[in-house]
């Protein structure tokens, strides 16, 4: 299934007037309702390419449609159908907490509508804190104040930059069950992160961002089995110094001061390799006290995939 | 009007955050020009005043009142619009107005509209607060409100340049401190300019602040050291400068987008 695509970006570049390219010829579609992770390492290009589609930054060259509005041309509509939660926690410290989140919804050009404002409020957790001033407030509730505010004017499209940053474990829970639920209610949300634990847990689509380049962007699901890899480790009765010959072809790996033989293999493959190496190393009267596969996360294959090109 | 045209909802959201802001601070905001202004008829007004009589057939009490206005008027509109724009962007804040639908006049209008208020409202209390003092006459009161808006409106503009311009807050107090006190002290606030002895004299007028302060002082006593049409089409001219100038930084992004 390929839903329509809400935001389209062709040809994107950025190059900033220190001559540092941030972004080289980015191309990207996003359906509308996913949950699309854009991760990469700190400086890889993630905030250039979300500050260009919000107007925060003016792309060197591309063409950018928000909800089938190029977002120069048509910057009004465009706008506002985009939320965008900065990174850094961006307040007016001597705000009330509905005043700020009013005070969004009405510069985004919507007409005012209390009710709208404390459903977000509430769905937020914050309706509680709604006279509080901002600088009164935990980090953790200035950065829901954030999302309040990105949500006050219904966005279709909801930027997330680097949501989870500094935030507790609790808060992190919440984050992403406030993601799923504004998924359900239509939101298409783009987030960019580089804990892979949460592209893992919420993303629909993830691409990976490097030097300014995209270098893949694939459905996790596909992602994870494609390059995923499986490993197998042996608890072995007598530690080994060296591999044997005759265990070559399996590539093994030895490790914890020779007490662990480690096996990698392809998990979609037909043929594992793994009764066949069992055989062999009962052959050769090598025993083992237990064994254990596991299959690579998302933050394996990310490892990969930046160090692999690092390397290229 | 519909949003996609006209961002009305948004030039009134940053004119009410922007008047909630002075609000903080009223009674200071306030009691500065009162006091300020008793203070300049207790030292001028009595003390210099009682030695000189009158100026152009104005007694002098009366004659320093356009200039007392201006002259907070001046600081006043380029220290609140220049704090008004300088704050957002040293908090970062400043995300959500760029990432708004909000062009760069309905942006303009919201920060400079709510500092022009203020200023008026500041130089109107003074005008109010002479009057306790010194009899002050307007013989054209809609010229007078006239030159106040667009004078008021003109400086909040090149405040508004001056707080993008500004890489910090002692930035911001440079141009005001440095540039327009003096030329407003010199500009013939306190005194007319055909008191002074020549050269002083014609090197006065290329101060473009003796245009504005005497247009304005003309409202209130239909005399003026220079002609009245030259004060306005000078007021204009400076107002259009600053209206081209802050095109120029949205066209651009100058200090507000990389």
Redesign the interface.
């Known amino acids: 299934m390929t839903p329509a695509p809400v935001l389209s970006i062709r040809g994107l570049t950025k190059t900033?007037?220190s001559g540092l390219q941030a972004l080289k010829s980015v191309d990207l579609d996003i359906g509308r309702g996913e949950i699309f992770a854009l991760l990469g390492p700190n400086g890889a290009g993630k905030t250039t390419l979300i500050s260009i589609v919000?107007?925060?930054?003016?792309p060197s060259t591309g063409e950018i449609q928000a909800a089938g509005h190029d977002i120069v041309r048509d910057?009004?509509?465009?706008?506002?159908k985009?939320g965008?939660v900065?990174q850094?926690l961006?307040?007016?410290?001597?705000?009330r907490v509905i005043?700020t989140v009013?005070?969004?919804?009405?510069?985004?050009?919507?007409?005012r509508n209390p009710a709208y404002v404390e459903k977000v409020l509430r769905d937020l957790s914050l309706w509680d804190k709604r006279n509080e001033k901002i600088k009164e407030l935990s980090g953790g509730m200035k950065r829901r104040v954030m999302i309040a505010?990105a949500l006050s004017h219904e966005p279709e499209i909801l930027f997330l930059d680097e949501p989870t940053a500094g935030v507790d474990v609790e808060l992190r829970r919440d984050m992403w069950n406030l993601v799923r639920q504004l998924r359900e209610s239509g939101v298409t949300i783009i987030l960019t992160t580089h804990y892979i634990e949460e592209a893992e847990e919420m993303a629909d689509r993830v691409g990976v961002i490097r030097k300014g380049e995209l270098i893949l962007v694939e459905e996790k699901t596909k992602l994870m089995q494609k390059l995923g890899k499986k490993q197998l480790t042996l608890n072995l009765s007598d530690p080994m110094t060296a591999i044997p010959a005759e265990l070559a072809e399996w590539k093994l790996a030895i490790q914890a001061d020779g007490n662990e033989l480690l096996y990698t293999f392809d998990a979609t493959a037909e043929r594992t390799g793994i009764p066949s190496l069992l055989r062999r190393m009962s052959d050769l009267g090598i025993g083992f006290k237990d064994l254990h596969t596991r299959e690579s996360s998302l933050e394996d294959i990310f490892v990969d995939l930046v160090t692999e090109r690092n390397a290229a | 009007m519909s949003?996609?045209v006209f961002?009305a909802?948004?030039v009134?959201?940053?004119y009410?955050?922007e008047m909630?802001?002075f609000k903080?601070t009223l009674w200071t905001g306030l009691a500065v020009p009162v006091i300020t202004t008793s203070l300049y008829f207790v030292v001028f007004g009595s003390a210099i005043g009682s030695r000189m009589t009158e100026i152009n057939g104005i007694p002098y009490g009366s004659f320093i009142v356009p200039g007392l206005m201006m002259l907070s008027l001046f600081t006043e509109s380029i220290f609140n619009a220049s704090f008004g724009i300088h704050m957002p962007r040293f908090?970062?804040?400043i995300?959500?107005?760029?990432?708004?639908?909000?062009?760069a006049l309905e942006t303009v209008l919201g920060y400079v509209g709510a500092a022009a208020t203020k200023s008026m409202t500041v130089a109107l209390v003074i005008l109010l607060t002479a009057n306790l003092f010194v009899d002050v006459h307007v013989e054209h009161p809609f010229l007078m409100l006239l030159f106040l808006i667009l004078i008021a409106a003109t400086f909040c503009l090149f405040g508004f340049i001056v707080g993008i311009w500004a890489k910090g807050f002692e930035q911001l107090q440079v141009i005001p401190l440095l540039v327009v006190t003096p030329l407003t002290f010199l500009g013939g606030s306190f005194y007319s300019i055909e008191m002074l002895p020549e050269p002083w004299r014609t090197i006065t007028l290329f101060n473009p602040i003796v245009y504005l302060i005497n247009g304005f002082r003309w409202t209130f006593f239909g005399t003026s050291d220079v002609p009245v049409l030259w004060s306005l089409l000078a007021t204009s001219a400076f107002f259009l400068i600053c209206l081209a100038v802050v095109f120029w930084i949205f066209r651009t992004?100058y200090r507000l987008?990389?």
């Open positions: 900033y007037a919000c107007g925060l930054v003016t910057y009004r509509r465009a706008r506002s985009i965008l900065p850094e961006y307040t007016d410290a001597f705000e005043d009013t005070f969004s919804r009405g510069v985004f050009g919507r007409s505010k | 949003a996609s961002n909802h948004g009134w959201a940053i009410k955050f909630h802001r903080r908090t970062g804040t995300y959500e107005i760029l990432s708004a639908p909000l062009s992004g987008k990389s």
